[in-house]
Structures are given as structure tokens and as C-alpha cells.
């Protein structure tokens, strides 16, 4: 922003423009242009070829939401997603119809979206006379606190919202200035007549930027009063009609956007209680603190940490007083500034700064305040007004002289390349798999308990358990009542074999997780997988009703309560239970095992013919599936389709050589199709195979009950 804000003629005039002086202007926006988005890939190109880190697969879509319905249901559906941002999740929904898990091309997408947004903050400079503004739009594209919302898949809600807010705010400025020159009175004074077409249209097209910017992520929210400071800034007062209305619908879209978040945080995220249960005084001591961390970050990029140590807040040491005198006494000099020298542009600038920062300063509960109360991610868009602050105050400078605009020159170029080589640097961690991510972390901050929870995390999905368990212990010695290491330690425990010990720990979950349907449900598989099918019931039971009282319901809930009831004898249950996750699920979606256990089911209550084509396509699906080959082989030979029953046996023995009903089953098929030599010799391995795998009274048993076609 500049010193003063640019004077404004009682009616403005367009400017003739020579066509080639156009035609030079052009060139040197789209050389502009292209210099930032070629400085810029080129900066995080460490990180293009970057895995999944932490919640990423929260955001990536997942198999329940890939089908038309899915895209319904994250529009239509709170709590289908993690977070109601619809439009951020629709994105998701189209890129994984176009790359699916192609993680370079999300990658690439996010980079190119950052540059979408410095093109766009590059316009709305212009728009306002903002001297300095492509080298604003330079240092928003390639500052390194950057690296963390251009990097990092989750945060395209950052980049995403960027483009939008950026793109409402231009279309804005657009109705606005528009507005001001068709006045009758003057560009300051408001305009009573009615709104010309492209005067309105310029204000829808913003308005439903603006909304498209809330629903990618509610931190643009704060547009609206950062538009306020803006006209502010502009004409030194705010005018009730012609500034305040037109912004009405913008404050009530703002509202509501926060409204549903702060919600969602704190009911489905889980931003409550224990850690998050701030005294007031702890809060305001903690804003400021946080203010002067990220305006410094800014000045001074250094050390830069996806997990920031978490401060304790202590109000007995001065240091934490001494961040809220410092702001206020910025404030002060600022107002003086603005009040008794007309030097509006520091106080707007540190405005904006302060209200784009509103929602992680410690007054509302965000999720991330678990591990710290501090992250770069929060102030990719705060971030702007001061970078736009620093960039016109050097432009004006180097307006005085030839000498100062040479050593501004100078100075710019080394900050813009001091900065892309940072970037480019920072972004290298996240140019790898995640465990390199999370020991870069550690590196940095060795009591970043959450890092060494999400390494063994890693672990533990690749199998390593042996590894992931000390780290999951490590991250539960910073934190013992994180729910997720717990959970995870759980598994991993389980995975290696030891399930007595890990049934604990599954059972804790259940009490600390602050969406506990899945603790639930994982408690109840851990206690049938101990044979314990009588005290699992009731966790699935609660599992299903707690999705069912969301209305998310997770379809193998069902499955998993059908094999507890199957488990526990009683079959029917379990086959309604079958029956009702197919039913939720839909046709098309994918549930891994339903055929085989509603075959299987079907069986043990002697409904062979409705088992027969549940059991076929759990085959079809599993080519290493011998039981249900056996099953499948079985019921043809019951309904004397002998020639279909010997393949199926075959197949199964084929599978399984130790599988001695099968030997029988196929020993009687071939003898029922008069092939007598090979049933006797089919008969004759059974017999021998019982004897080695089976007791001398079964083996005694199948001996007897072959006798017939031994002879």
C-alpha cells in the first residue's frame, strides 16, 4: 500500500492509450506473468514428487464418495467430509476422476494454483494503484512460510480459497470503482440512481466468488471487513450506504461460514475439551504472542517447522505482557500515523494483518492448538497485507532518486532470490515419503510428539510394526491420551501377534476418541478376532448407532456386527445384518467380503440355492479363495450338477492340497459321472491325506465313508 492513498478527480476520465504504449504494457504483464509462475515452479519443484503426509487421505477422496452420489453427498450430507468445505472437496472429487492417486499431478495442480493466486493478489494491486504490486505478488508467490499450503495436499482449501478470495475481491474493486464513476457527485459520495447491468453484474460475479472462496475454506470470512479497511484506506472514512450495505450479504455469508466451522471443529473434528479449555487470560496472552511470531516468520523466515513446539502459556512471566504491550503500542503509533500525518496505508495493512488472522489467534478452538498453537498454514492469506506493505513502501522509495531506485533494484533482487532459494529448500521436505517428512520434523523439534505418531503410523500401514511400536510409545510419552497413537499402538501390537496386550489399548480408544463410532467399531472386531463374540456385540451394536444417529452410516459396520452374530450362533442375525450393508452401500459400491459371508451364512442355515451366486462371485473375486471353492463345490453336488462341482473341488484341492472334504467331494463327483477309476484314486488321496492331516479316528472315519468307492 502506498503512503497516501491515490487522489481521485470529481468525475474520472479514461486516459487515451497509443496503441503501441498498450501493445508495451501488454508485454511486460504477460513477461511479468510468466516470471512468476516460472520462478515459482521452479521453486517447489523439490516437492512435486512428494507422497501422502498425515490427513491427507482425509482429503483425497476416498471410495465412498468417488461415485455421482458421493459428490451429492459432500454438498448435501455434513459429516460425509471432515470438513463442510464443499467446494474444496468437490475439487478432490474431480482431480480423482481425472488422476486418482497420482500424487506429482495434485502436486502440480497445488503450484499451479499458488500462481493462480499471485496473479489474481498481482490484479487486485493494480486495481487499487498500489505501487510495488508485482513485486508483492513475487514475494507472496515465493515466500517460504508458503511452502506448507503449496506442498502439502490437505491444504488446497489454502490455495483454493486464495484464488477465489483474490478473484471476489478484483471483481469488487471492479463494481466498485464503477459505482464511484458513475456518481453524479464524485467518486466519495453514493449513488442513488440506479445500478447499471455491468455495475450489478461485477457484484455477483464477487459475491459468488466470495462464496465459492467460504465453501473452499471459512477463513475468507474476513474478507468483507478487510474490504472496509480497504475503502477506509481509500477515502480516509466509511460510508454507511455506499460502503456497509453492499457488504451486508457478504458479512451474513461470513457469518455463517464461521458459525458451521467452529461447529464442525469442535463437534466432528473434536477441537474440545482437555487441551483446548483455555482461561480467558491464557487467551489473551496468547494472541499477540501469535501475532508477533508470524509477522516475524515474515521478516525472517528461519527454521520453518510443520510442528512448532506447543508454548506453555504462564502468566507470571513477563515475556507473554510484554507481546501485548508491544502490540498495543504498534497500534498506537499506527493510529497517530494515520490520525495526525494522513499515513493511512501501515494501520490498514496491520489491520487486515490482525482480522485475516481472527480465527487462529487463541479465541476459538481449532484442532491443530493439540499439537500447536502455531502454524505457517494459518497465515497464507494474513500474510498479504503486510508483503503488499513492504513492497510499495520500497517501490515509493525508489521514486526519490536514481541512486535509491538502483539499491532498491538491488535489495529486491536479492530478497526475491533469498526467498526462492528458501522456498526451494523448505519444500524438499516435502518432495519425499512421509517418513523422510517426519524426521526432518524431528530434526527441528524433538518434542514433536505428534511427528513420531504419524512416522509409526506410516510404519505400522506398510506393516513394519516391530519399528512403528517404540515411536507410537515415544509419541504417547509426550501425549498419553492421544487417541490416534493409541489406537494405532493397538494395531500394531495385534500385528505382530500380540493381541491380548493390544485389546487395552483398543478398548482406551473408545473412551478418548471425539468420534468414537470407529473406536467403537474397532474394539468390537479386536474382541471377535479373540473369540470373544458375545462381548463385541455390544461395541458394533453402538458402532452402527452412532452412524446411524449422524446419518453417515459406514457399510461395514454391518458386515463386521453380521460375522460378531454369525460368530456368536446366531446366523439369521447375521444375515439381515449382510442383507442391511448391501442395502445402505447401493449397488455399486465395493464391499470387500460381503458375497463370502452371506454365501457363507446362507449355508449354515441350509439356503443352498440362495448361497449359489453369493458364493460364485466371492470365487470370482478371489482367485486364491479354496474354502468357498470347496462350499461352491459342495451345494453343486447336493443339486447334481456334478461336471460344475468337479471343477470347483479341483480347484479348491488345487489351492489347498491339505483340504480333505474336498478330496471326498470331488472323489464322489467323479463317481456320480461313472469316471470310477478316478474316483478310487481320488478316494485313495483322501484317505491318505486325512491320515497325515487329521486324528486316526477322523482319518478312520473318511476310510469308512469311502469304503464304497475304494473297492
Not at 637 to 646: F, P, T
Request: with cysteine; glycine share 6%.
Amino acid at each position: 500500500m502506498t503512503t497516501r492513498p491515490p487522489r481521485k478527480t470529481r468525475r474520472p476520465q479514461k486516459a487515451s492509450v497509443a496503441p503501441a504504449s498498450q501493445a508495451r504494457s501488454n508485454t511486460t504483464a504477460v513477461l511479468g506473468a510468466l516470471t512468476i509462475a516460472v520462478a515459482t515452479f521452479i521453486a517447489y519443484m523439490p516437492s512435486l514428487h512428494g507422497g501422502m503426509l498425515w490427513d491427507d487421505p482425509a482429503y483425497i477422496t476416498g471410495p465412498a464418495l468417488r461415485s455421482i452420489d458421493g459428490l451429492r453427498r459432500i454438498w448435501f450430507s455434513p459429516g460425509a467430509t471432515l470438513q463442510y468445505y464443499p467446494v474444496l472437496y468437490s475439487a478432490f472429487w474431480l482431480e480423482w476422476q481425472l488422476w486418482q492417486a497420482n500424487m506429482f499431478a495434485y502436486h502440480l495442480v497445488k503450484v499451479a494454483e499458488h500462481v493462480l493466486a499471485a496473479w489474481l493478489l498481482w490484479g487486485v494491486l493494480r486495481q487499487l494503484r498500489i505501487p510495488g504490486a508485482w513485486f508483492a505478488a513475487v514475494l507472496f508467490a515465493l515466500h517460504p512460510v508458503n511452502v506448507e499450503s503449496v506442498a502439502w495436499i490437505s491444504e488446497q482449501k489454502n490455495t483454493l480459497s486464495a484464488m477465489f478470495g483474490f478473484g471476489a475481491v478484483w471483481c469488487y474493486l471492479r463494481f466498485d470503482d464503477r459505482r464511484a464513476a458513475a456518481s453524479p457527485v464524485g467518486a466519495d459520495a453514493v449513488d442513488d440512481r440506479p445500478r447499471s447491468s455491468s455495475t450489478a453484474g461485477w457484484y455477483a460475479i464477487a459475491l459468488i466468488l466470495f462464496v465459492l472462496a467460504v465453501l473452499s475454506k471459512s477463513v475468507v470470512a474476513t474478507l468483507p471487513a478487510a474490504l472496509l479497511v480497504i475503502a477506509w484506506w481509500k477515502r480516509g472514512r466509511i460510508d454507511l450506504r455506499g460502503d456497509v450495505v453492499p457488504l451486508l450479504p457478504w458479512f451474513a455469508v461470513a457469518v455463517a461460514a464461521a458459525a458451521v466451522t467452529a461447529w464442525f471443529e469442535q463437534v466432528v473434528v473434536g477441537a474440545q475439551g482437555g487441551v483446548f479449555e483455555l482461561g480467558i487470560l491464557h487467551r489473551l496472552l496468547l494472541a499477540p504472542r501469535i501475532v508477533w511470531f508470524y509477522a516475524l516468520k515474515l521478516v525472517w523466515p528461519a527454521r520453518l517447522i510443520f510442528f512448532y513446539p506447543r508454548w506453555a502459556i504462564d502468566a507470571t512471566d513477563w515475556t507473554w505482557w510484554l507481546s501485548i504491550v508491544a502490540l498495543v503500542a504498534t497500534l498506537l503509533v499506527l493510529v497517530w500515523l494515520a490520525v495526525a500525518r494522513g499515513r493511512r496505508a501501515p494501520l490498514a495493512a496491520w489491520l487486515v494483518f490482525l482480522a485475516t488472522l481472527v480465527p487462529v489467534l487463541g479465541f476459538l478452538n481449532v484442532y491443530p492448538f493439540r499439537f500447536s498453537y502455531v502454524a505457517d498454514h494459518f497465515q497464507y492469506l494474513a500474510q498479504v497485507s503486510l508483503l503488499v506493505l513492504a513492497a510499495s513502501g520500497l517501490a515509493t522509495l525508489a521514486q526519490r532518486s536514481r541512486r535509491a531506485r538502483r539499491f532498491v533494484m538491488v535489495g529486491g533482487a536479492a530478497i526475491v532470490t533469498t526467498l526462492g532459494w528458501l522456498t526451494w529448500k523448505q519444500s524438499d521436505q516435502y518432495g519425499h515419503d512421509a517418513v523422510h517428512h517426519y524426521r526432518a520434523i524431528l530434526e527441528r523439534n524433538p518434542s514433536a510428539w505428534i511427528a513420531y505418531e504419524n512416522w509409526g503410523s506410516e510404519l505400522m500401514r506398510q506393516r513394519n510394526y516391530d519399528a512403528a511400536i517404540p515411536l507410537l510409545r515415544q509419541a504417547l510419552d509426550g501425549q498419553p491420551d492421544y487417541f490416534e497413537a493409541i489406537r494405532d499402538l493397538a494395531a500394531s501390537l495385534e500385528g505382530i501377534g500380540r493381541l491380548s496386550e493390544a485389546i487395552p489399548y483398543y478398548e482406551r480408544a473408545t473412551h478418548l476418541d471425539p468420534d468414537p463410532k470407529g473406536s467403537a467399531n474397532a474394539y468390537g472386531t479386536a474382541l471377535l478376532r479373540a473369540g470373544r463374540a458375545g462381548d463385541a456385540i455390544p461395541h458394533l451394536e453402538r458402532a452402527i448407532a452412532l452412524a446411524e444417529a449422524e446419518r453417515n452410516p459406514i457399510f461395514t459396520f454391518y458386515l463386521d456386527l453380521g460375522r460378531a452374530y454369525v460368530a456368536a450362533g446366531r446366523v439369521e442375525d447375521g444375515v439381515t445384518q449382510f442383507r442391511r450393508a448391501r442395502e445402505r452401500a447401493g449397488p455399486a459400491y465395493p464391499l470387500p467380503g460381503f458375497d463370502a459371508l452371506l454365501g457363507d451364512g446362507l449355508v449354515r442355515l441350509g439356503r443352498d440355492a440362495e448361497a449359489l451366486p453369493y458364493l460364485r462371485r466371492a470365487v470370482d473375486a478371489d482367485p486364491a479363495d479354496a474354502i468357498h471353492r470347496l462350499d461352491l463345490g459342495r451345494i453343486l453336488y447336493n443339486a447334481e450338477r456334478y461336471d460344475e462341482a468337479q471343477r470347483y473341488l479341483q480347484a479348491a484341492i488345487d489351492l489347498r492340497p491339505d483340504l480333505v472334504d474336498a478330496y471326498i467331494g470331488l472323489a464322489f463327483a467323479q463317481n456320480s459321472l461313472e469316471q470310477h477309476a478316478e474316483a478310487r484314486q481320488t478316494a485313495a488321496r483322501a484317505v491318505g491325506m486325512a491320515r497325515r492331516v487329521l486324528s486316526a479316528d477322523e482319518a478312520e472315519g473318511v476310510a469308512q465313508s469311502l469304503a464304497p468307492l475304494l473297492k
